[in-house]
């Protein structure tokens, strides 16, 4: 039964390179009947075309991103079947067999809306996630620059005590960078460089790419299936391929 009052985890994406991580993490968050808050940075728009061939437009947000979910890792652009219901909408009410739908709602708010919901500490949210997160995203967040609606809603966030995971994507990481990631970690922020582990034996990039989403849904305390963990025995992941 859903709570009367709606708690969106917010999802926050960068300009940085990496929307494939996004998407997994989306998704997840919808498959576990999670609420989620969109705020898509102008800069990642630009990524988000880069790397899908395909615009993210406020105006048909709910159309773009529902494209940007059915696409896997490796391009292919009808990997998954993804519903992108908005809160209070018929689907939110009924699955498609008739009964009641299990996955969560999307509420998507532009970047330069200094005003929306999630700017303010008094909007009811679980916590946020930046991912991936630019070099650029992590000075701004720690700095409290609150430039955009992303970087606002994570300074929210920590001042709220609210969980806040930064994905960072960058490599290698310079001296200034690292010190923002530092700040970020003393003030409460689980930062999680967006690195794939390999003894979960993966066998396609979308399984790294699932790895990376898991480990940001566990630091978020969702639960999900992404990747196969580790048991404490070697050669696990060969004898279950």
Same mark, same amino acid.
């Given at each position: 039964?859903?709570?009367?009052? %709606?708690?969106?985890?917010? =999802? ?8 494939? @991580? ?38 048909? /947000?709910?159309?773009?991103? %529902?494209? /940007?979910?059915?696409?896997? +890792? ?33 509420? @998507? /708010?532009? +970047? ?41 809603? +994570? #300074? ?5 005590? $609210? ?26 922020? =689980? ?5 794939? &582990?390999?003894?979960?034996?993966? &066998? ?22 992404? @990747?196969?963990? /580790? ?7 060969? $004898?279950? #391929?």
């Amino acid at each position: 039964m859903r709570n009367s009052v %709606r708690r969106p985890w917010i =999802v926050g994406v960068s300009g940085a390179s990496g929307t494939p @991580y996004a998407a997994s993490v989306i998704r997840a968050l919808l498959a576990a009947g999670e609420d989620v808050d969109l705020v898509v940075s102008r800069a990642s728009r630009l990524t988000l075309l880069d790397e899908t061939g395909h615009p993210f437009r406020d105006a048909h /947000w709910r159309e773009d991103l %529902r494209r /940007w979910l059915a696409r896997g +890792a490796d391009g292919s652009p009808d990997a998954y079947d993804v519903a992108v219901p908005e809160p209070g909408g018929p689907e939110t009410e009924t699955g498609r067999d008739g009964g009641k739908a299990a996955g969560g709602t999307v509420r @998507y /708010w532009p +970047a330069g809306d200094l005003a929306a919901g999630p700017s303010s500490g008094s909007y009811p949210a679980r916590g946020m996630i930046v991912v991936p997160a630019s070099t650029a995203s992590v000075a701004g967040i720690a700095l409290g620059l609150s430039k955009d609606l992303l970087q606002r809603t +994570a #300074s929210v966030t920590l001042k709220e005590r $609210r969980p806040l995971v930064v994905a960072v994507r960058e490599t290698p990481l310079g001296g200034q960078t690292l010190r923002h990631l530092v700040t970020l970690d003393e003030a409460g922020a =689980v930062v999680l460089p967006a690195s794939p &582990a390999f003894y979960a034996g993966a &066998a396609h990039i979308q399984e790294l790419v699932d790895f990376v989403a898991g480990r940001a849904l566990d630091a978020m305390g969702v639960p999900h299936d992404l @990747y196969r963990r /580790w048991e404490g025995e070697l050669g696990g992941a060969q $004898r279950q #391929s």
